[in-house]
């Protein structure tokens, strides 16, 4: 029974790493193998996880290993920690894994380092899943270090261009810059409970061996809002954002991005121990929150609209962490794991119809909502669902955060500080309001186009507009049929995943379905904060309705150097393009339908800009280090290599000196003779005395 | 008589050689006074053979073995001091400096190993390996 | 056992002698019986190792211990353990793929000498590198050390590139200058202790030499290790060095012949001055750290657009760094630190050792190693117009930085675990600083491996690259021999990172002994 279990709990992380290993290595020399390489595989790691789950059932574990290297002190374990956390995460991570494998069939078709793709893929999937099943933390710190070089190079997939090659080096290097004090948490937290395995740190926990919990919590969560994109570490993933769609949405949405909070939920205990560290986690989260939403208003990049939204959701995880809820945390990872998966993914096909990621160009395409329905209807109820409106899975995830804040608030849960419960409650709230107000900008403005022609006429005029325009180019209807905007392995993918988008939540309700796998808490939202987050969100989405209706007015004046005319095609489609653009009705002069110069007055300058963080970067950190790089280069051209030369200036000084004695003259050297000889007869003398 | 009287004698005259040796210009007094240094040297040696009453007379017979190598010596400089004075025209110890090191001429470099892309020179002056 | 151990010293240097005779031995034939004889060498250390007695591996075995030079109490004492076996097979590896490797690429042309000199070195180096990890007496030790200078000078000297005279002069006498100090150290431990065999020594643990010996000892013997490791300040010989050398001489020097400092570190001044090492370890420590991030910044400097930069410079650098966690390791004198230390060792030879490959193989091509004149405006793109070379320096570069997984990161991690928890008796919290700078030493490293990623294998193929054009613009990706050369090396890289244990399992007993009870 336990050995199949364990059998199983291998087999999925080494899987897909097969699977990896095989398509580097063939990846050049059988093209063909490729495809099937990178499906099947991951599509039997998801099966055999379900398997897992099934097996284990709600309530169950699995506890296993072996030693995997003595170290001289603290020894390091290969081994098996899978709870109903454990499970269904790795449920999660296999099915959207599947999904993006068999998404990224279509979108790459024409990708000539597909192979190399879909390797890197599969090797992330494979240690994502070692995180999630790992019972060793130095074994779970392999793990996620190589989901983030595997990020490094999926990032600058397309290395051709300035912003992934930037983009690749930006995400390691912040990352890995959270890393490091990550790693000496694990130090501690091992030297502390005696050993690296989690069931023997949870056991320190709770006899109160642990001597330096804040510490400990305070540099674990540096690697945590590295790898979850917390403030102030989140810089990376607006910009990561240059790779290939499906990689945002395996990696920046549902996957990496929540290995951090996995970890925290994991080791809650620990974190439970330290008020301070709990504040200090509220505080993350509330401020990152708010700054993300605020940021996610004001850009044109639709990918980077939903990657400061993945930044927002991350901090509800966070939150409801701090409030010391995991299971509402690890409940809202998972609806958004599944919805933000099909809104980068639907965002993808729409990115390849428009041939732009701007939305404000996509502003002026009428015909795009026909042309790419699925994408249309799924991305709905993604946005939907992000927005937190019932009956969407978003809105139990959302309002099961918001519940866990308000008991940690009012004092009722045990360890947590009332002001972490307020901080996050009050915050929630707030962004809930942005969140359905950016939302439904983004919705609005790439779907709903307007041109002044149009806006007098009501919609048939639209459908007018759009037919001729389609009819104008014959070639391109026909290419639009061999090539659909829309193909089978982009759809499919998109419509399963919209099944939890819809019905995830609905599992929360009932004590014996979802929380049965967590902790047992309750995940049932409460009525005040219920009403409160629809209201708020209902609000967010009305206001912005309006602002954007002003803006298709005429009303705004975009200022100068915000989210104006699309520029270059994006990285994206560099390399595969997939059907023909479609036409835009140009009228020059006006400005974009944007409703956020309007709702944002002037902030909209530093948000589209990521409220200057990355400028705060720059001066902080990029240039002292350059400028010490310059100083070691130079002491290493001048005073090393000056004591180097003065060693070698000391022997070549004294060979001058001794070679003035020789000068020809033996009456000299004679000379020299006989004081040496007075010398030595005088000191045979004296000694023999 | 006392042994005092050749010893001082010798000693002074190794003291006048021994100026000589160090402070005259000419090769040949040079030379000359070399032979005196010795000369002091074989007094010494005799006057102690006698004073000590040596049955195998071991100091006369050193005596007799400096004085032929001093004649041998004397015969050999006298014929390059005279060479030298052929061919320079002097005879002055001060101006025969051939053998001097003068640290202008010798390379900082004298003992690295050839530079790039050229093989050993082959003239004495490079002790390259 | 000990026979194989023997044999494994008596064979390249029977094989050196056979290169003397020209008419045996002529052009390819000798670069021929040059990888036949490192092949054996080889076949020999692996036949080592698998006699080796795992389940004991903190006693000496293959040992031979006969009379030397009775006069000075010096014996010819040979054998291996947990911390000098993985040594050995390493090095008889790369001395092997260097012979490969030289088979289809060796300099040649005026003022070189011809490939029978070569093999005749290479065969001499190998013999004294594995006299090195193999004796067990001091002065024994010191030969082995001092023989391996010559052939490298020579290697460095008549092989190398541009400035070669002067960088093989500097190397030699920097390291000579240290090793005349380390023989003063080894006379004086060995006068006191009245022997100069390392494992009598090793099970004294300093008992019968006083305090102030001891740090005398340290101090002679540690700064001509140093020279060799390479310890900041002491390492200015090593980037030109690197630089000038031909790409076999720079495979084994980062290889192996660092190695031999570290090693000296362990074997000898460990067990056998342990107050001593007691006293400098702060010290130690803190020229490792320093080392770390000087090491960081140097490379960061040479990688910038502009600095003109030579890549060979850059990866010589970062051996300073990555050197300086394998001293960081030793200088907390506690069994993971040196375990960590010892790890470190395999895994810089292994990954460097293919750095430094693939960087000649790059300057091959190119013609040049300057990053400026490769990188162009926006990047080689090395990855498209090489793509098997690209993704070799690509996965090169992400070992080296220390990625989990590969063979870089598990010494990093143990040096650091031992820093933050050293051996009683040194200064916790200036250790604890020690692992702090080590660890932003690792961010810095990532930021330069990765930044010359960036400038030689991505980039826009679009733009033409000008040191190319100049060589008819085509550029070979990897070939026959090349693939050949460094595939063990890339799944040694990998299996080392997979299982740690493989050389853990072997050094832990060995290091616990060497360290004594405590």
Redesign the interface.
Known sequence: MNAMSATLAVLVPLLPFLASAGGLLTG?SAPALARPLAVLPTLASAALAIALAVRLGPGGTLDGGT????????P?ELSLHVDGFAALIAVLVGVVACCVQVYSTSYLREDPRYA?YAALVSLFTAAMLLVVYSGDL?VL??G???MG?CS??LV?HH????DA?AA??KA??VT??GD??F??GL??LG?DAGSFRITDVLHAAADGRLHHPTLIALLLLCGVAGKSAQFPLHTWLPDAMAGPTPVSALIHAATMVAAGIYLVARLLPVFLLSGAALVVLAVMAAVTMVGSAVCALAQDDIKRVLAYSTVGQLGYMAGALAAGNRDAAVFHLITHGAFKALLFLSAGVVIHAAHTNSITAMARMPGLRTKVPDAFWTMTLGLLALAGIPPFSGFFSKESVLTAAEHAATGETHGVPEFAGWLVLVAGLVTALLTAAYATRLWLVAFWPRTAADRAAADPAEETGGAPAREADPHAHAHADAHPAEPAAMRRPLWLLAIPTIALGVTGLRADWLPAWFDGVSLRPSWTTAVLGTCVALLGAAGCWLAWRRAVAGAVQAPAGTAALPDETPADLAIAPGGPALPETELPGLPAPDPAPLLLGPLLAPAARGLGVDRLYDRCVVRP??A??????FL?REV??G??QGAGWLP?ALG?LT??A??????SY??AL?AGSVLVVLLVAVIAR | MHLAYPTVLSVLLFCVGLYGVLARRNAVLVLMSVELMLNAVNLDLVAFDAWLHDTLHAGQALTLFTITVAAAEIGLGLAIVLMVFRARGTADVDRLRDLADDGAAAHTDTMAPPTDNQPARPDGRATAA | MNAVLIALLALPLAGALATLSPRLLDGDRALRFGVAVTGAELALAIALAAGFDYHHAARMQAVTDADWIPAIGVRFHLGTDGVSLPLLVLTALLTFLCALYSLRNLPAGPGRPGPRAFTGLLLLLECGMLATFATLDLLLFFVAFEVVLVPMYFLIARWGGENRGRAAFRFILYTMLGSALMLLGFLLIGLHAGTFDITTLAARHGAGIPHTTQVLAVLSIGLGLAVKAPMFPLHSWLPDAHTAAPTVGSVLLAGVLLKMGTYGFVRILLPAAPDGMAAFAPYLGAFAVAGILYGSLACLALARRGAGGDLKRLIAFSSVGHMGFVLLGIATLSPTGVNGALYANIGHGLITGLLFFLVGAVKDRYGSSDLDRLAGRTGAALYGRAPRLGALLGFGAVASLGLPGLAGFWGELLAMLGSFHPAAGLSRSTFLVFMVLAGLGTVLTAAYLLTVVRRVCMGDPAEPAPALAERGGVLADVRGYEFASWTPLVVLTVLAGLWPAAILGLSNPAVKALLGAG
């Open positions: 050049r030693r995997l290297t003595p170290t001289g002190s603290v390091i190399s130095i710190l392999v996620w270090e190589v070089i490094y190079f600058g290395w051709e261009t300035e090659r690749s080096i390691f290097l890995k810059l490091v004090p790693l000496f130090f501690l030297a280090v350059t010490a790089a310059s100083l070691v280069r290493d090393v290599e004591y180097v070549r001058w070679r003035r020789q000068n020809g003259n033996p009456q004679v000379s006989l």
